[in-house]
């Protein structure tokens, strides 16, 4: 194969790091909810660490993201 | 199909000669040309100075709608500095308050006119430098040189120190690099995925005009819900990643401001 094709295919695969950061931010997400159900009195006060573990996980997505940019314009 | 890059080329709007200086070993060349990533910062700056001027020229008791909005931002911000940092945080809250505006403002103005400044690596980088570097002059002049208990965890047994100071130093320093990639990362990321979905539908509109109209109403129905869809979702990241980058700046800042006693 060219290596401007392999460049592509490196791109695409180095995406793949978001996977993990799908099933973080679901993760994050998806326990403060079934800790909000349990508790909806204390949600309120936990919607900015919700955030912010949000942020934290959806980061390492970024990074494979734009690893996966600079890739494609390298 | 346009290039979904190409809204975030940087072309000169006014243009400015250079200059150069000189400093011992290297000559540096500035090009202060006014450029569209230029405009758009200073467009984000007017914006806030503007609504809070206006905000605040007539105050009342009890507010009106759009003080409201001016004391909903402040109250915001203010919360979230005195919850992290505790009463010491009073002295910080001007430089998140600014920081969170003004990351907020160029996000916002992003989504409406046709360049986001925070999708260049260059202001995200500058801003989470500033932030790193006001992290490390409240250290060391809080601290001293105590400030480096900050790479040395209270708790950790001895042994494995010569393991965690290294991680504690690394992560140390990655924390400019993920606050500006992150807003990078997201800014970028969602305008790319706004403009292929417009593509879309200029691909519907053209597969229509070859002959096969219904396949080209269904794509083109199905791109336009989508951009619309998406439009409202990056109103939401606009919000939330200044938001993050504001709590993010504060959880730093809080690290030094009360290091050894938690609070």
Request: net charge neutral; glycine share 14%; aromatic share 10%.
């Amino acid at each position: 194969m060219e290596s401007e094709a392999l460049k592509y295919v490196g791109a695409g695969l180095a995406t793949l790091g978001m996977i993990g950061a799908g099933i973080g931010v679901g993760n994050v997400f998806g326990n403060f909810l079934n800790g909000a159900l349990r508790n909806p009195s204390a949600a309120g006060s936990q919607i900015g660490n919700l955030f912010v573990g949000a942020a934290l996980a959806e980061a390492l997505g970024i990074l494979a993201f734009v690893l996966g940019i600079l890739i494609l314009n390298s | 199909m346009a290039d979904p890059i190409h809204q975030f080329e940087i072309h000169k709007v006014v243009d400015l000669s250079q200059f150069s200086f000189a400093l011992p070993g290297t000559s540096y060349v500035v090009d202060p040309s006014i450029t569209n990533s230029v405009v758009s910062m200073m467009a984000a700056v007017a914006l806030f100075t503007v609504v809070f001027g206006a905000v605040t020229a007539r105050p009342q008791v009890v507010p009106g709608r759009f003080q409201a909005v001016g004391e909903m931002l402040f109250g915001l911000i203010d919360g979230l500095v005195s919850s992290i940092i505790g009463h010491d945080g009073r002295k910080y809250f001007p430089y998140i308050f600014a920081l969170f505006l003004f990351v907020l403002g160029m996000n916002l103005i992003g989504l409406f006119l046709v360049f986001t400044a925070t999708s260049q690596l260059a202001v995200t980088a500058t801003l989470g430098l500033m932030t790193i570097v006001l992290v490390l002059i409240v250290g060391f002049a809080k601290n001293g040189v105590g400030f480096f208990k900050l790479f040395v965890p209270s708790g950790v047994p001895w042994l494995v120190l010569p393991l965690i100071i290294p991680i504690e130093i690394i992560s140390f320093l990655l924390r400019p690099v993920t606050l500006a990639l992150r807003l990078f990362g997201n800014m970028m990321g969602g305008h790319v995925a706004l403009k292929v979905f417009a593509g879309f539908i200029a691909g519907a509109v053209g597969m229509a005009a070859a002959g096969s109209g219904l396949m080209g109403g269904f794509v083109g129905a199905l791109s336009l819900g989508g951009v619309v869809a998406l439009t409202a979702l990056e109103f939401l990241v606009a919000f939330l990643q200044a938001f993050v980058f504001a709590v993010l700046a504060c959880i730093y800042l809080n690290d030094v401001v009360n290091l050894g006693h938690g609070h």
